[in-house]
């Protein structure tokens, strides 16, 4: 589904992401993961476009992004990221309309649609007309994933979606995100600093480190076959993965 060849990301002498080469498989979630600065959200930015990539190239569905195709890629991805980045002048049902209003869908069309995603989600219909300093952190959340799948994008990024909740939020959500990542079957990319969250969700995990990935594979491959000391200790330093 996503594609990056040899793509790297500089900001003047600021190295963010060294050449890298990685494959993201059609309906399936791939979690990257690492420390603060290690590159993870450069890559989801990278995908959808928000930056240019220093040298490299990347493809979704084999279609280049470039600066001609990216905002017909955009409307096929949706983007999440931490505390939901909704518009605060406008309502619940506002942020989530506000694309297929742009591009002028039909208003049954885009009702049918708002009573799915807050089916999906388990939004309350009556907070739509909320602003989003009325909402809980959770339903900030919910909205900005209803916004995201919209259009029924065919790729879904989310940056640290969870990071600003509290635990009991922080874990209802993740019940209720395993649960529509299952019945999509979307390709999901999702941003976390936590190791328990990534093998919580993730088909793949990717493991970056000073913008470079050390190791990818499933959460027993990291386990039990790290590729150096910092996988290993990366590991021993998250508190929660014992109970995974």
Known sequence: MIELESVSKRFGATIALYETDLC?????????????????????RLIIGLLEPTTGTIRIEGQRVSESSVLALR???????????????????QNVLLMAK??????????????????????????LTRYPVELSGGQRQRVSLMRALMLQPNVLLLDEPLGALDPM?????QDELKEIFQRLQQT??????????????ANVIVLLNEGRVVQSG???????????????????????LAAI
């Not at 991805?77 to 619940?92: K, P």
């Not at 939020?169 to 959500?173: G, S, Y």
């Not at 499933?218 to 929660?240: E, I, K, M």
């Open 218 to 240: 499933t959460l027993d491959d990291l386990r039990s076959r790290p590729a150096s000391t910092f996988v290993r200790d990366f590991l021993h330093a998250q508190r929660g």
């Open 188 to 201: 999901i990319v999702l941003v976390t600093h936590d190791m328990a969250e990534a093998g919580f969700f």
């Open 75 to 93: 409307r096929r991805i949706g983007y999440v990221i931490q505390e939901g980045g909704l518009f605060a002048h406008l309502t619940a049902a």
């Open 169 to 173: 939020v922080r874990a209802r959500l």
């Open 24 to 44: 993201i498989d059609a309906g399936r979630t791939t979690v990257l993961i690492g420390p603060s600065g290690c590159g993870k959200s450069t890559i989801l």
């Open 102 to 127: 742009h591009l002028n869908q039909p208003a049954r069309q885009m009702q049918t649609r708002l009573r799915e995603l807050c089916e999906l989600t388990h939004f309350p219909e009556n907070a």
